[in-house]
């Protein structure tokens, strides 16, 4: 977020190795992020990939994609 001078820290989002974000909305005003998780500090490529949803404040887990 801007604070003004600088961007301040809103939300952290735990990733697995994330190879893209992003950033989508519809036309209903919904907004969401969508996270591409790559792998695993275990080297598991098997991961899901996650939708966070806008909730006003801070993306809220909202679906995850295998």
């Not at 003004?4 to 990733?15: E, R, S, V, W, Y």
């Not at 190795?17 to 209903?28: K, P, Y």
Request: charged share 10%.
């Amino acid at each position: 977020r801007w604070n003004g001078t600088g961007f301040a820290l809103l939300q952290t989002i735990p990733t697995h190795g994330a190879s893209d974000w992003e950033f989508f909305a519809l036309a209903d005003g919904s907004r969401y992020l969508a996270v591409a998780n790559h792998l695993t500090t275990s080297g598991n490529w098997n991961i899901n990939s996650i939708i966070y949803r806008w909730t006003g404040t801070a993306f809220a887990e909202f679906q995850t994609i295998a």
